[in-house]
C-alpha cells in the first residue's frame, strides 16, 4: 500500500510592544492538508468467489483564517482577553466562513 500525507502551514503574527497590556495582536494562517491511499481495498463477493479489489482514496483541504485578540488589565488581579478568528475553508460541509468567537477571563 502506498500512503500519502502532507500538511503545509504559513503563519504570521503581529504583536503590540512589550510591557504593552491593552495592544491587539492579530495573525493569519494559511493551511493545505491531502491524503492519498493507493493499496488493496474491501474484498467483495462475486458469483461464488471472493474478489480482491484495489482502492485509490485521495483528499485534501485548503483552510485560511484570520485571527485578532487583546489582552486588557481593568484592574491588578483582573485580565481581560477577548478575541476573534475567522477560518475560510470552501467545500467543508459545516460553512464556507466559520466565526469562532473567545473571552476569557483571569
Known amino acids: 500500500a502506498d500512503v500519502r500525507i502532507r500538511h ?3 503563519r504570521g503574527q503581529l504583536e503590540p510592544a ?9 495573525g493569519y494562517e494559511l ?3 491531502a491524503a492519498r491511499y493507493d493499496g488493496p481495498g474491501r474484498t467483495y463477493f462475486a458469483g461464488n ?5 484495489d482502492t485509490t482514496l485521495a483528499g485534501g483541504v ?17 485580565t481581560v482577553e ?5 477560518e475560510v475553508a470552501p467545500g ?4 464556507a466562513v ?3 468567537p473567545r473571552l476569557a477571563a483571569r
Open 92 to 95: 467543508v460541509s459545516s460553512g
Open 49 to 53: 468467489e471472493f474478489v480482491p479489489g
Open 18 to 26: 512589550a510591557g504593552v497590556d491593552s495592544g491587539w495582536s492579530l
Open 98 to 100: 466559520r466565526p469562532s
Open 31 to 33: 493551511t493545505r492538508q
Open 8 to 10: 503545509v502551514a504559513l
Open 82 to 86: 477577548p478575541g476573534l478568528r475567522l
Open 62 to 78: 485548503t483552510v485560511g483564517a484570520l485571527w485578532a485578540s487583546r489582552r486588557w488589565r481593568p484592574t491588578e488581579r483582573l
